[in-house]
């Protein structure tokens, strides 16, 4: 089920609120909880009813191998063994089809393929569950409650996009008394974040989405300046739909009481590749320095070392995010980034540059390797900084807002065809594509919408503003659209 | 106190958003639901005019609800026909019921609804050979919006809280009752400005790629779904002998039967099209219009199309002045003659091209048959 969708906001969301809430109210603590563990099924098995037995089988499996653990000392063997069940598990169903083009490519070999479909968020749910089954091998997590467990993996807001919670922050919120009421300050919070993140996902991302499907759909018809709209285009609709989906998640969990850790923090204003990890999907970063960079020797052991682990750390975080070269490629080029700044010559040369052209520089670097995130392979992606870099003008920037014809020009565009005909029709549709990157411009360079919910107090005026938002990205359902991220 | 004075205010602004969410998404349910642009509920109110220039959401709501004597059916090709030209001549109040490559099914569908409502006096019935190839399927509704066409209340959602609706249809509607240049008959166009022209036809028709390797079929081929179409018009047909049902053959661009052709479809159309005529000619309510359907000056002449197959204004306005025109019918005496110069034209005919060995350039003018 997606959060952009009629059944969600109308049928979904309001019942499960009314059942937590309801069974809180009457001190029905477990049944508050088995009715959000179904409610959580519910959701995932609405995608597909197949996915609900493997993420069954996820969860059980791991939580028989805790149980094992808390009946045998064999803690080290047990662990490496959910371990690799969870590897396992993520490597069938999102890699075994790559691996097997690579070796038969490689060799010249002829396995099947099994084209299996990816389950969504199997990324997520299996990250979190390696994160428990690592603490649990070293003696941080306890052996918790089969309700407690599942609900912590599959509690739906966070469920198939993230954000990565870790067992410690989720957990111990289930038995907290003071949760299980019902509170005006959390719902208002939580009001303020999930209508922020639906409108940044359904009126920016989508918009400026098929600006960016339509420049790399056609790569071939692209000069100059059409690819570096193209590529800035889906600069700012991977941040919007992302981050839209986070504020979104932590908005659903203020309204149960319940808070996940956030994800985002302005990236875009970052000043270094570094600084970016730290704002950029922030839950991801931990779960790798956390359970990756730091067991690896961190970057205590010289400076080689360091640039070993951060590369490493790179590489996975790339192949995290799909079975394809193209990430691979990605996470190392952010990998070869972070080390180079990681650098002692760099850091002399970065403070010279000055603040403003620091800036200038990570967020041409970011736009750059989005280019690759987005490609289908690195030949396209190849293609398109061929494009990018012909310096050519061939006038094809008007033929970009085209993909924008949606409703929320038209009724501008019936005036505009009115009084003056085609071209001020394709002039206004131009105008229309540049308000929308300025737009989002403007938004990635404020605060974040988490920091500004948290600072700003909500007014009257405010929250009609949300009615109103709400209400357009309701009419925006009709042709709603999946996130990005359920696909990683 | 503080914190109940807090608790207040935040219940205060909870209530507020929920008001907002209120007043705003059942401002926009109430004025779909009046307005209707799709006629789902209601005919039109308030003197509006109704607007028929999205044929996937119109069909089904407009013959339930609209008042109208006399139905047009039929595919694409026959969209662009202006019922106002048909109800002039033949002095009837006609709205149509279209379809994208619509089957032989849906048009039955659609003429089940108009008769549980309607008294129909005529059916304008374009028969689309590919039509009657269609199976027979439990949704009488196929590529039709789902919720425009069954009769879950619930997913009404999906029409009232629509953008498109809200921001494209209902302005539509509106701009076009207030400025009054209302075109109804001008439902649809394939391309936005009805560009015509061999560079539009040879778009969509490439006869290099479209002489792939195709399966072989014989005259009889999916005889048995056309039989179960042409029964269930036929039974129409039997069932309402007050209403007069007006067949007529659109006139498709010559690419098209090449396509057909080159698909080993032409033999197997041709057979349809006689059984076609063969068991609907002989009812006392059916007359049966030729229209420019092997007229070679129309149909060879590219500079009068749109695609492939779909006629520009031209056409579809001559097809609305023959359908009804004794001039242009055919009887059991003369409908395998007419079948029978089409079939001389497809072989005489031949589309001049020059290939370059991947693609190919339209070269007129056009070779008129002897």
Same mark, same amino acid.
């Given at each position: 089920?997606?959060?952009?969708?009629?059944?969600?906001?109308f049928?979904?969301?309001p019942?499960a609120?009314l059942l937590?809430?309801?069974?809180n109210?009457?001190?029905?603590?477990?049944?508050?909880?088995?009715f959000?563990i179904?409610?959580?099924?519910?959701?995932?098995?609405?995608?597909?009813?197949?996915?609900l037995?493997?993420?069954l089988?996820?969860?059980?499996?791991?939580?028989?191998?805790?149980?094992l653990?808390?009946?045998?000392s064999?803690?080290?063997?047990?662990?490496?063994?959910?371990?690799?069940?969870?590897?396992g598990?993520?490597?069938?169903?999102?890699?075994?089809?790559?691996?097997?083009?690579?070796?038969?490519?490689?060799?010249?070999?002829?396995?099947?393929?099994?084209?299996?479909?990816?389950?969504?968020?199997?990324?997520f749910?299996?990250?979190?569950q390696?994160?428990?089954m690592?603490?649990?091998?070293?003696g941080?997590a306890?052996?918790?409650e089969?309700?407690?467990?599942?609900?912590?993996?599959?509690?739906?807001?966070?469920?198939?996009?993230?954000?990565?919670?870790?067992h410690?922050?989720?957990?111990?919120?289930?038995?907290?008394?003071e949760?299980?009421?019902?509170?005006y300050?959390?719902?208002?919070?939580?009001?303020r974040?999930?209508?922020?993140?639906?409108?940044?996902?359904?009126?920016?991302?989508?918009?400026?989405?098929?600006?960016?499907?339509?420049?790399?759909?056609?790569?071939?018809s692209l000069?100059?300046?059409?690819?570096?709209?193209?590529?800035?285009?889906?600069?700012?609709?991977?941040?919007?739909?992302?981050?839209?989906y986070?504020?979104?998640?932590?908005?659903?969990?203020?309204?149960?009481n319940?808070?996940?850790?956030?994800n985002?923090?302005?990236?875009?204003?970052?000043?270094s590749?570094?600084?970016?990890?730290r704002?950029?999907?922030?839950?991801?970063?931990?779960?790798?320095?956390?359970y990756?960079?730091?067991?690896?020797?961190?970057?205590?052991?010289?400076?080689?070392?360091k640039?070993?682990?951060?590369?490493?750390?790179?590489?996975l975080?790339?192949?995290w995010?799909?079975?394809?070269?193209?990430?691979?490629?990605?996470?190392?080029?952010?990998?070869?980034a972070?080390?180079?700044?990681?650098?002692?010559? +760099?850091?002399?040369?970065?403070? *010279?540059?000055? #603040?403003? &052209?620091?800036w200038?520089?990570?967020f =041409?670097? %970011?736009? $750059?390797?989005?280019v690759?995130?987005?490609?289908d392979?690195?030949?396209?992606?190849?293609?398109?900084?061929?494009?990018?870099?012909?310096?050519?003008?061939?006038?094809?920037?008007?033929?970009?807002?085209?993909s924008?014809?949606?409703?929320?020009?038209?009724?501008?565009?019936?005036?505009a065809?009115?009084?003056?005909?085609y071209?001020?029709?394709r002039?206004?549709?131009?105008?229309?594509?540049?308000?929308?990157?300025?737009?989002?411009?403007?938004?990635?360079?404020?605060?974040s919408? +988490?920091?500004?919910?948290?600072? *700003?107090?909500? #007014?009257? &005026?405010e929250?009609?503003?949300?009615? =109103?938002? %709400?209400? $357009?990205?309701?009419?925006?359902?009709?042709?709603?659209?999946?996130?990005?991220?359920?696909?990683? | 106190?503080?914190?109940?004075?807090?608790?207040?205010?935040?219940?205060?602004?909870v209530?507020?958003?929920?008001?907002?969410?209120?007043?705003?998404?059942?401002?926009?349910?109430?004025?779909?639901?009046?307005?209707?642009?799709?006629?789902?509920?209601h005919?039109?109110?308030?003197?509006?005019?109704?607007?028929?220039?999205?044929?996937?959401?119109?069909?089904?709501g407009?013959?339930?609800h609209?008042?109208?004597?006399?139905?047009?059916?039929g595919?694409?090709?026959?969209?662009?026909?202006?019922?106002?030209t048909?109800?002039?001549?033949?002095?009837?109040?006609t709205?149509?019921?279209?379809?994208?490559?619509?089957s032989?099914p849906?048009?039955?569908?659609?003429?089940?609804?108009?008769?549980?409502?309607?008294?129909?006096?005529q059916?304008?019935?374009?028969l689309d050979v590919?039509?009657?190839?269609?199976?027979?399927?439990?949704?009488?509704?196929?590529?039709?919006?789902?919720?425009?066409?069954?009769?879950?209340?619930?997913?009404?959602?999906?029409?009232?809280?629509?953008?498109?609706?809200?921001?494209?249809k209902?302005?539509?509607m509106?701009s076009?009752?207030?400025?009054?240049?209302?075109?109804?008959?001008?439902?649809?166009?394939?391309?936005?400005?009805?560009?015509?022209?061999p560079?539009?036809?040879l778009?969509?028709?490439?006869?290099?790629?479209?002489?792939?390797?195709?399966?072989?079929h014989?005259?009889?081929?999916?005889?048995?779904?056309?039989?179960?179409?042409?029964?269930?018009?036929?039974?129409?047909?039997?069932?309402?002998?007050?209403?007069r049902f007006?067949?007529?053959?659109?006139?498709y661009c010559?690419?098209?039967?090449?396509?057909?052709?080159?698909?080993?479809?032409?033999?197997?159309?041709l057979?349809?099209?006689?059984?076609?005529?063969e068991?609907?000619?002989?009812?006392?309510?059916?007359?049966?219009?030729?229209?420019?359907?092997?007229?070679?000056?129309?149909i060879?002449?590219?500079?009068?199309?749109?695609?492939?197959?779909?006629?520009?204004t031209?056409?579809?306005?001559?097809?609305?002045?023959?359908i009804g025109?004794?001039?242009?019918?055919?009887?059991?005496?003369?409908?395998?003659?007419?079948?029978?110069?089409?079939?001389?034209?497809?072989?005489?005919?031949?589309?001049?091209?020059?290939?370059?060995?991947?693609?190919?350039?339209?070269?007129?003018?056009i070779?008129?048959?002897?």
């Open positions: 089920m997606l959060f952009n969708s009629y059944i969600f906001i049928l979904f969301l019942l609120l937590w809430h309801g069974a109210h009457f001190g029905k603590y477990k049944l508050a909880q088995v959000l179904g409610m959580s099924l519910w959701f995932y098995g609405y995608f597909h009813p197949a996915y037995l493997i993420i089988a996820s969860v059980f499996g791991n939580y028989l191998i805790s149980a653990m808390e009946r045998f064999a803690h080290k063997i047990l662990g490496v063994c959910g371990i690799v069940f969870n590897l598990l993520l490597f069938y169903f999102k890699y075994y089809d790559f691996f097997v083009e690579n070796v038969n490519q490689a060799f010249h070999l002829n396995w099947a393929v099994k084209n299996i479909a990816l389950p969504l968020g199997i990324s749910f299996t990250f979190q390696i994160a428990f690592a603490d649990r091998m070293q941080k306890e052996h918790y089969l309700a407690d467990y599942m609900l912590f993996v599959t509690y739906f807001p966070q469920l198939v996009a993230g954000p990565i919670v870790s410690r922050d989720l957990i111990p919120q289930f038995h907290e008394k949760r299980r009421h019902f509170d300050g959390n719902t208002l919070t939580g009001i974040l999930f209508v922020i993140g639906l409108g940044k996902k359904l009126l920016v991302a989508d918009e400026l989405g098929k600006v960016a499907d339509l420049g790399f759909g056609a790569i071939d000069d100059s300046v059409s690819a570096l709209l193209t590529m800035i285009a889906y600069t700012f609709q991977i941040f919007f739909d992302f981050s839209g986070s504020d979104m998640a932590l908005g659903l969990g203020y309204l149960m319940l808070e996940l850790p956030r985002f923090q302005s990236p875009y204003k970052s000043h590749v570094k600084e970016f990890w704002r950029w999907h922030m839950t991801l970063n931990a779960f790798f320095t956390q990756v960079y730091i067991p690896l020797g961190g970057g205590r052991a010289g400076k080689a070392k640039i070993r682990n951060t590369m490493i750390v790179f590489l975080s790339g192949i995010h799909g079975a394809n070269w193209t990430f691979v490629l990605w996470g190392v080029v952010h990998g070869i972070v080390s180079l700044e990681n650098l002692t010559a +760099y850091e002399k040369i970065h403070t *010279k540059i000055g #603040t403003k &052209l620091d200038l520089f990570t =041409l670097f %970011l736009n $750059l390797a989005w690759l995130f987005r490609s392979s690195i030949a396209e992606a190849g293609q398109f900084y061929q494009k990018l870099f012909s310096f050519t003008n061939t006038g094809h920037i008007w033929m970009l807002p085209y924008m014809d949606s409703f929320k020009n038209y009724p501008l565009y019936l005036v065809d009115h009084f003056g005909g071209a001020a029709a002039i206004l549709y131009l105008a229309w594509m540049l308000v929308m990157f300025v737009l989002a411009a403007f938004l990635c360079t404020r605060k919408s +988490y920091d500004w919910v948290k600072e *700003k107090k909500a #007014t009257a &005026l929250m009609w503003g949300l009615a =109103l938002v %709400l209400s $357009l990205c309701v009419i925006s359902f009709s042709g709603m659209s999946t996130f990005l991220y359920f696909n990683f | 106190m503080v914190s109940c004075m807090k608790e207040t205010n935040e219940k205060k602004l209530r507020h958003f929920l008001a907002g969410a209120v007043v705003f998404l059942g401002g926009m349910a109430l004025l779909v639901v009046l307005i209707d642009p799709f006629f789902h509920y005919k039109p109110w308030f003197g509006l005019k109704p607007l028929q220039t999205s044929h996937q959401y119109q069909g089904y407009a013959v339930k609209l008042e109208y004597d006399s139905l047009l059916l595919s694409s090709v026959v969209m662009s026909i202006n019922t106002d048909l109800d002039d001549r033949l002095g009837s109040d709205i149509k019921a279209v379809g994208n490559s619509a032989a849906l048009l039955a569908a659609y003429l089940d609804t108009a008769f549980e409502e309607h008294e129909l006096e059916v304008y019935y374009g590919f039509s009657l190839y269609s199976e027979q399927e439990e949704n009488p509704f196929p590529g039709e919006v789902e919720y425009m066409v069954n009769k879950n209340p619930f997913d009404d959602v999906s029409y009232f809280w629509n953008g498109d609706v809200i921001f494209e209902i302005p539509d509106l076009v009752s207030r400025f009054d240049n209302f075109t109804a008959g001008l439902a649809y166009q394939i391309n936005d400005k009805n560009e015509c022209g560079e539009y036809v778009q969509s028709y490439n006869p290099l790629k479209d002489t792939g390797e195709h399966e072989e014989d005259s009889l081929y999916g005889c048995d779904e056309v039989e179960a179409n042409l029964a269930q018009i036929e039974a129409f047909v039997q069932e309402h002998p007050d209403t007006e067949f007529f053959l659109p006139p010559i690419t098209w039967w090449y396509r057909a052709d080159n698909q080993n479809l032409l033999e197997s159309y057979y349809t099209l006689e059984r076609a005529m068991r609907l000619l002989p009812y006392e309510n059916v007359r049966f219009y030729i229209t420019d359907f092997n007229n070679p000056e129309i060879t002449n590219l500079y009068l199309y749109q695609d492939v197959a779909h006629g520009g031209t056409v579809t306005e001559r097809m609305a002045m023959e025109n004794p001039e242009y019918e055919i009887t059991l005496e003369t409908y395998q003659k007419e079948l029978e110069n089409l079939q001389k034209l497809l072989e005489a005919f031949e589309l001049r091209t020059e290939t370059d060995g991947i693609d190919f350039v339209y070269d007129g003018p070779n008129y048959p002897e």
